[in-house]
């Protein structure tokens, strides 16, 4: 158990279907992610939430819309997805990087990982 | 994103062997370098992580080895076992103060320890 809770684990719709991933973390962090992975490939950073703020969208289709409500959760809206969109999808949070000039502590910016939620689009 | 180059894409190694697993990077702005272990059905995990000002880091049987010259860095499992059998992912970023931390990813190296 990571603190990393994503719903569905398995997911399974059409291109003409409207669906939600769920992420919950329940660690005290104040950053979260949207990583894909798919085989063969590197993990590919999605979106970054920052304090709720989205800091960075490397250049994902609009068909893919995250939502940050507060700083424990995060979804990602599906609409008219691609079969190559079939992949995991894995949310991740950590604490921001360690500032310059703060005293040492537990914080090493780790990033956190859900088990994924596994999507087919048919 | 820049890239960070991970070799060999799969490993197998007897009980007991030495695995070793490399990735290079190219952004000399990375100053923070882990490797993440990921099992079937599971999310990756942090296994151990590096900054460049120092060229070994251990944690019982696995090893970071860092070359900041040569922009590479590798991960060594001494005594591996059954158990290791995952897939190890190598990442680097910038760990910009105060932000969220951006990894880029290696692209696997899917580990294989035979009994």
């Known amino acids: 158990e990571t603190g990393v809770t994503q719903t569905p684990r398995h997911l399974v719709m059409g291109m003409t279907n409207k669906k939600s991933l769920k992420c919950e973390q329940h660690l005290g962090h104040n950053a979260m992610y949207w990583y894909k992975q798919s085989a063969k490939k590197p993990l590919e950073l999605m979106f970054v939430y920052n304090f709720k703020e989205q800091t960075e969208n490397n250049s994902v289709p609009s068909r893919f819309s995250p939502e940050c409500p507060n700083s424990s959760h995060l979804f990602l809206h599906l609409h008219t997805l691609q079969p190559e969109d079939s992949a995991l999808y894995l949310c991740?949070?950590?604490?921001?990087?360690?500032?310059?000039?703060?005293?040492?502590?537990?914080?090493?910016?780790?990033?956190?990982f859900g088990e994924g939620s596994r999507l087919t689009v048919l | 994103q820049q890239q960070v180059k991970q070799s060999p894409q799969s490993l197998i190694v007897q009980k007991g062997g030495i695995s070793i697993i490399n990735c290079a990077y190219e952004?000399?702005?990375?100053?923070?370098f882990p490797w993440y272990q990921q099992f079937p059905g599971k999310g990756p995990a942090l296994l151990i992580a590096i900054r460049p000002d120092v060229s070994e880091k251990k944690e019982g049987r696995f090893t970071i080895s860092f070359n900041k010259s040569a922009k590479q860095f590798s991960l060594h499992i001494m005594d591996s076992q059954p158990g290791d059998s995952a897939t190890y992912f190598c990442a680097a970023a910038r760990g910009i103060s105060g932000s969220a931390r951006q990894l880029t990813f290696g692209s696997g190296t899917q580990l294989t320890v035979l009994p």
């Open positions: 952004n000399t702005a990375f100053d923070y």
């Open positions: 991740a949070s950590s604490q921001l990087a360690p500032s310059a000039g703060m005293a040492p502590s537990t914080n090493t910016g780790e990033l956190f």
